[in-house]
């Protein structure tokens, strides 16, 4: 089966500074990729998605990219804001409709 | 638009009691999700329906977990008799095609 691992576990930026979150998946037949912000006690929220037919998705200070050759994707966040501290997932799923697979999750904290 | 709404939001019960959780998932969703989400890990996928039938079962640990969802709208997830590894939030999650919505979770605590 599918096999998402996500780099770094934690990520300390200050406040205004850029992060970036990657993950590589393991079935090339995967081909939606969500990305999910996940607050204490609260459930994941999607936060950006993209399919396998394109290369990058951009939603103001968040951005993701993919590598379909080399099965890696990223998450980019700018201009950190201590609002966007949180744990964040990435996932894979090959089909409409289909199990996500998880990565281990990325615990980000942004230092006003 | 109502999101997914679980039900309880707590739930702390000693081993080999059971327990039941309650979903219901964005209206008009027909694809819903049960997930396991251990304490520092990301969610891993139980049970997966499409209207009432089910579609994925593999990682249910069907000696003790069922699943139900009647009627194709809300679902229920059951542990009969819990295990002390089975404290985690267990996460419904509902989806129109490919965005996958999920709700608060239910945290339980096996003691």
């Known amino acids: 089966g599918e096999n998402v691992e996500q780099h770094p576990s934690t990520l300390s930026v200050q406040e205004g500074d850029s992060a970036v979150i990657k993950c590589t998946y393991s079935d090339s037949a995967s081909n939606y990729f969500p990305w999910y912000k996940q607050e204490l006690g609260k459930g994941p929220q999607l936060i950006i998605d993209?399919?396998?037919?394109?290369g990058e998705k951009k939603d103001q200070r968040i951005a993701v990219t993919l590598n379909k050759t080399a099965k890696h994707f990223s998450l980019h966040i700018t201009e950190t804001q201590p609002e966007d501290s949180a744990v964040y997932f990435c996932a894979a799923s090959m089909n409409a409709g289909n199990m996500l697979t998880f990565g281990g999750g990325t615990r980000l904290m942004v230092k006003p | 638009e109502a999101g997914v709404a679980q039900s309880p939001r707590y739930k702390i019960i000693e081993k080999r009691q059971s327990v039941a959780f309650w979903c219901n998932p964005i209206s008009g969703h027909a694809t819903l999700y049960w997930y396991q989400q251990i304490l520092g890990q990301g969610p891993k996928l139980l049970i997966q329906f499409q209207n009432n039938g089910v579609v994925d079962d593999s990682q249910l640990p069907k000696d003790r977990f069922s699943a139900e969802r009647l009627k194709g709208v809300d679902s229920t997830l059951k542990i009969q008799p819990a295990k002390l590894e089975d404290s985690a939030v267990y996460l419904c999650a509902s989806s129109p095609i490919f965005e996958a919505f999920f709700g608060q979770g239910t945290r339980l605590t096996v003691v």
């Open positions: 993209i399919r396998s037919n394109v």
